[in-house]
């Protein structure tokens, strides 16, 4: 089980860190019938990018931190926040695992490291999870609202599925390490 959880941990870290860096958070939709598409925009937490024809793909970081909106900004420092309780979380699990001792004449002694793993495993996932859920919440609210232009109707990004299963293995491994 605390292998099970060390896998789980690593790759929901993994996949932590490629959400937060993907800029496929939000794509664009395609609406109104029109099938004559040039270009496809992404729109991330870092950048925006645009690729014309599926041949030539331009990305740009946000000009300033100061002119972004706030729940964007709210956004990156969860994410952030939860890459750094991530890989303190997996170090925390290796630890764990590696002082985890087998007792004989009953069941094992488990370390406080296994604990502590188990409890930042979960508060990552739930700060992975809000800021992909928000966000996934608001693009289908957008994308059904009739007093939104078809031209900025976004779509769910492959970023935002990476998220959702990186907190669901986080949240995993974190229920794995703190049932013992």
């Not at 000009?63 to 709210?74: F, G, H, R, Y």
């Not at 009953?106 to 700060?127: D, H, W, Y």
Request: proline fraction near 5%; hydrophobic fraction near 55%; charge should be neutral.
């Amino acid at each position: 089980l605390q292998i099970t959880g060390l896998i789980f941990g690593g790759v929901g870290m993994v996949g932590t860190l490629a959400a937060t860096a993907m800029p496929q958070w939000r794509v664009s939709a395609y609406v109104d019938g029109n099938i004559v598409v040039f270009e496809t925009i992404w729109e991330g937490l870092w950048m925006d990018c645009i690729s014309q024809l599926g041949l030539r793909l331009q990305c740009k970081f946000y000009d300033s931190v100061l002119a972004l909106p706030p729940p964007l900004e709210a956004f990156r420092a969860l994410m952030c926040l939860a890459v750094a309780l991530a890989v303190a979380a997996f170090l925390l699990a290796i630890v764990g695992v590696k002082y985890t001792q087998q007792g004989k004449e009953g069941p094992q002694k488990v370390s406080a490291f296994i604990l502590a793993a188990g409890v930042a495993f979960l508060l990552t996932g739930t700060l992975v999870l809000i800021p992909v859920s928000w966000t996934g919440a608001g693009i289908v609210r957008d994308f059904y609202a009739p007093e939104v232009p078809a031209p900025l109707k976004r779509e769910l990004g492959a970023a935002l599925y990476v998220g959702w299963a990186s907190g669901g293995l986080l949240l995993a491994a974190g229920a794995m390490y703190c049932h013992f």
